[in-house]
Each structure stands twice: as C-alpha cells, then as structure tokens.
C-alpha cells in the first residue's frame, strides 16, 4: 500500500503539470521590478537541482522514516499540487521569455529550458511551494540540514525569476500555496490519528 501510495504521488504531482499546464494564455504578473531582473544563466543549476530533490526527495523519505511521517509529506505536496491545478485550469498566466544570445554551457541549458518547459502555468510557481514544503519536511526531521536549507531553497526561488522562468508574484503564490498545504496536511493527519 506504501508502495502504491508514492506511484499514485509522481502520477498527480508531474502526471497533473503535465496536464494542467498545457493551456496557453496571454495573461501573466510581469511587474515594473520583474523588467530590472536580469536573465543569469547560471541559475540553471540550482533550478535544475530541484527538479531532481522533487522526484529524489519522496523516495527518500519513504526510506528515511516511518510512513506515518512521509504520508503528511506527501499529502502536503498532493495539496499543493491540487491548489496550483484549480489555480492553472482556472485562471491560466504565462511568462514571456527573452531571447537567450548567449552561446555558453549555460545559455544553452537555458535554452533547452526554456524549449521544454511551457511558458504557461506561471502562477503560483510550483518550484517555490515544492522547494519550501521539502525545505520545512527536512528541517523537522533532519535537523542537521538547516544550514543546506538556508543556502539551497534561497538559491532555487531566486533561480525561477533569474531564468525567466516565473515573475515575482509567482514566487508569493508559490510561497502562499506551502504554507496553506503544509498546514492543512498537518492538521489533516493530526485529526486522523
């Protein structure tokens, strides 16, 4: 039952983007701040780090600790994901992206980024709200990965608006969405045991 529990997770959470994010839009948040932000490629790293902890992170939770504990984990981002769905589905934003010049390791990263991922489902930003639920689930169970926390999950909410890849109110839905499943989940498996 664990097992089928974390197949149904990766087929919502990355089956459900994949879906829901498919609706194109003219609508986005740019702000007057948004246009002063320069496109660093760089920032493709930390960017693409996270990508990876969203898949790695379940797995090793699941090994890590009793199920009890990976289930509020899992639900909260199950939560997260159900909120940025209605959100995407009901009212679409997008992002445009600048043309990427440059010719380096990066630039190019950044360019198969950009080619990959669609520049629809904007709002709220899906690498804030899963870096800060996987942030809050490590310091609380893994009290040695504070100071990583405070360097990395800094480093990748920066990185979506560096790489053109959200805008800054993107970033507050994101930040918003955490909060709001983190808090539902806990009380939600509280109320069951």
Known sequence: MQILSLILFYT???GGYFYFSRQPTD???????????????????PYL??????????????IKLDFSKTKIYLLAQT??????YIIFYTFPTSVIRELI?????FDN????LHTADRASA????????????IGYFLWKYFPKSKPYILIILP???????????????????????????????RNFIQVQL
């Not at 948040?29 to 493709?44: E, G, H, M, N, Q």
């Not at 939560?79 to 940025?84: D, K």
């Open 79 to 84: 939560i997260a994901s159900l909120i940025s």
């Open 122 to 133: 904007a709002f709220p930003s899906g690498h804030v709200f899963q870096s800060i639920i």
């Open 101 to 105: 010049n440059g010719d380096g390791v």
């Open 109 to 112: 990263a950044l360019r198969w």
């Open 12 to 14: 919502f959470t990355v």
């Open 155 to 185: 480093l990748i909410i920066v990185s979506t608006v560096f790489l053109k890849q959200h805008y800054i109110p993107d970033i507050f839905g994101g930040i918003a969405v955490a909060i709001i499943a983190i808090f539902i989940s």
């Open 27 to 45: 609508i986005h948040f740019l702000t007057s701040l948004d246009r002063y932000v320069p496109t660093i490629p760089i920032f493709i790293i």
């Open 49 to 62: 780090f996270a990508t990876v902890t969203f898949i790695a992170i379940p797995i090793f939770l699941y």
